[in-house]
């Protein structure tokens, strides 16, 4: 069996993109905290490359930003190349089935159509 489950903030914009297949895909990085702290008392974090594919990769475009909180649910990919170099590399990755926008309420006020001019739908409505 190959599940996970991640809950964390974007360490910066995702990146969203088209493949030559026509496929939206979505990848942005999300720090997790650590269950434990170091000697110091600092909680520490993971830094997960996340990969969202479809429908989903495009709200996740469209409705996360850097430090957006976010539950991930998903399966782990590693999978390796070789460099110019000839040097084995390898790439650790989770393969999002489910993203849960824990900040959803916030960025989509701001990114409705009418937000840009300051108003909102119901603000139009004379009754």
Request: include cysteine; hydrophobic fraction near 35%.
């Amino acid at each position: 069996m190959n599940t996970i489950a991640l809950c964390g903030r974007l360490t910066k914009e995702p990146e969203v993109r088209i493949t030559p297949s026509e496929k939206t895909v979505c990848t942005f990085t999300l720090a997790v905290d650590r269950p434990f702290t170091d000697k110091n008392g600092k909680r520490e974090a993971d830094f997960i490359n996340i990969v969202v594919w479809g429908k989903m990769a495009e709200s996740s475009g469209n409705y996360l930003d850097k430090g957006s909180k976010c539950i991930i649910e998903g399966r782990l990919q590693i999978r390796n190349y070789v460099a110019k170099d000839g040097q084995k590399k390898y790439i650790t990755e989770v393969i999002a089935s489910h993203v849960e926008f824990l900040d959803r309420a916030k960025k989509a006020e701001e990114k409705t159509p009418m937000s840009k001019f300051g108003k909102t739908f119901s603000e139009d409505i004379p009754f």
